[in-house]
């Protein structure tokens, strides 16, 4: 996380305490939790610092992350379905998510951390990206060069919306108060749209209305801000 964190503008440097650490200690005058910010610095919806890109990755990281790609053929769209075991309400099972591989009009490829693909019918069009990864840098270098991302709400989803990267956010019933009530935009990042369930419970709906505006003629992504 570090590698990436050195990455985000207006920062100028990142260190860590963790046990067995070999970098140099250093003093600062206050020390506040990440998730404080906000309430620290009297944040409004107006003030939500939504510029974004804030974060810049390396050009050479980003070339890599090209080549782990097919060639380029159709929309390329990352895949994340898992949120961690601690809320497991947002987590979708990847068979659920089946009807959005039905159509062979994109390239899919999963972001999620020790995918299980064996049970899952549409998993030949599914590439395992994360294959690729060794830590979070590796996954934004690879968000960095798809067209969209597809995610619940977890890491890679705030990641493509710090990048700058088109991505659709999959949410329960029962969301984090971030993503506030009744909108399918979020002023925390532009390039966001909102799914939301509808029943508490009920993905179906949401993913089929998730795979009828994948196959929408009016589907427009921009493969520019930052895709080759």
Not at 40 to 68: F, K, M, N
Not at 77 to 97: K, M, T, V
Request: with cysteine; aromatic share 8%; glycine share 4%.
């Amino acid at each position: 996380m570090t590698s990436l964190l050195r990455c985000a503008r207006n920062v100028d440097y990142v260190t860590t305490w963790r046990a067995g650490c070999e970098e140099p200690s250093i003093e600062w005058d206050v020390q506040i939790e990440v998730t404080e910010l906000p309430r620290i610095l009297r944040t409004t919806l107006e003030s939500i610092p939504d510029h974004v890109p804030y974060l810049q990755l390396p050009q050479q990281r980003v070339a890599w992350g090209r080549t782990c790609l097919r060639s380029r053929r159709k929309l390329r769209i990352g895949l994340a379905w898992e949120a961690g075991h601690w809320n497991q309400s947002r987590s979708i099972p990847l068979q659920e998510l089946e009807p959005l591989f039905a159509a062979d009009a994109h390239e899919w490829y999963s972001l999620q951390k020790d995918a299980n693909l064996k049970k899952v019918a549409g998993r030949g069009r599914l590439c395992e990206l994360e294959k690729y990864s060794s830590d979070v840098l590796d996954t934004a270098a690879l968000i960095q060069n798809l067209d969209l991302v597809v995610s619940v709400d977890t890491m890679t989803a705030h990641l493509a919306g710090a990048l700058r990267r088109p991505v659709w956010i999959i949410l329960p019933f029962h969301c984090d108060w971030r993503w506030m009530l009744s909108r399918n935009d979020t002023p925390w990042y532009p390039t966001a749209r909102l799914f939301r369930q509808t029943t508490p419970g009920d993905w179906t709906s949401v993913v089929a209305q998730v795979a009828s505006e994948l196959g929408s003629p009016r589907l427009n992504i921009s493969r520019k801000s930052g895709s080759p």
